[in-house]
């Protein structure tokens, strides 16, 4: 087991933590932990709220959640993916 902390960013890290639905000038959304700064060229357009209830508004949208936090779009690589 690892004594290193959890990241904010996983699905399971923190459940009972509070997240904002953030989305891009493309219309990408990211799940966002509340404490962080929302990055510059994102707004935030939902919540605080719990990480089922955010994930629910995403999918209730019909379109795709950026993946691996502030990288998905943007931020030095990564991917994204329809939800």
């Known amino acids: 087991m690892s004594d290193a902390p959890a990241n904010p960013f996983d ?3 923190d459940a009972d933590g509070e997240f904002l ?7 990408r ?8 700064d929302v990055p510059q060229g994102w707004r935030a357009v939902h919540g605080p709220c719990g990480h089922q209830e955010a994930l629910e508004w995403v999918v209730a949208q019909g379109d795709g959640l950026a993946v691996g936090g502030a990288r998905g779009a943007g931020f030095g690589g990564g991917s994204t993916v329809a939800v």
Do not use: E
């Not at 639905?21 to 219309?27: E, H, Q, S, V």
């Not at 959304?29 to 962080?36: E, G, I, N, T, V």
């Open 29 to 36: 959304y990211s799940l966002w932990p509340r404490f962080a």
């Open 21 to 27: 639905i953030l989305t891009n000038a493309p219309g």
């Open 11 to 13: 699905a399971d890290a």
